[in-house]
Nanobody
Framework: QVRLVESGGGLVQPGGSLRLSCATSARTFRMHKVGWFRQAPEKEREFVASFWWDTGDTVYADSVKGRFTTSRDAAGNKVFLQMNNLDPEDTAVYYC??????????????????WGQGTQVTVSS
């Protein structure tokens, strides 16, 4: 089973930025899609963004479009989520997930087979 590890969470003021990293225990993320999800207290886990390694295609939730960007490193085993202009509504535990190609929408948790443990992001003054 592939192990994913997120890092980069923390406390930031409204309007600030954070960059999350997702590293894989596999040799590479090639042939995979990587998704970012978040779960706020007492809310369901929701889709944030996805990144197709081989094509570079990205999909974003409307709530983060224009503020968040997902990208990869050149070595092939890390994906990043750059979060700008953060709002208290962005406070949540953020998870990365990976999965092979499937017919399931990248916005669905069912499209991913491996998950990280999550990293806390808190936006507060």
């Amino acid at each position: 089973q592939v192990r994913l590890v997120e890092s980069g969470g923390g406390l930031v003021q409204p309007g600030g930025s954070l960059r999350l990293s997702c590293a894989t225990s596999a040799r590479t993320f090639r042939m995979h899609k990587v998704g970012w999800f978040r779960q706020a207290p007492e809310k369901e886990r929701e889709f944030v963004a996805s990144f197709w390694w081989d094509t570079g295609d990205t999909v974003y939730a409307d709530s983060v479009k224009g503020r968040f960007t997902t990208s990869r490193d050149a070595a092939g085993n890390k994906v990043f989520l750059q979060m700008n202009n953060l709002d208290p509504e962005d406070t949540a535990v953020y998870y990365c997930a990976s999965g092979l190609k499937s017919t399931v929408s990248v916005r669905s948790q069912r499209a991913y087979s491996d998950w990280g443990q999550g990293t806390q992001v808190t936006v507060s003054s």
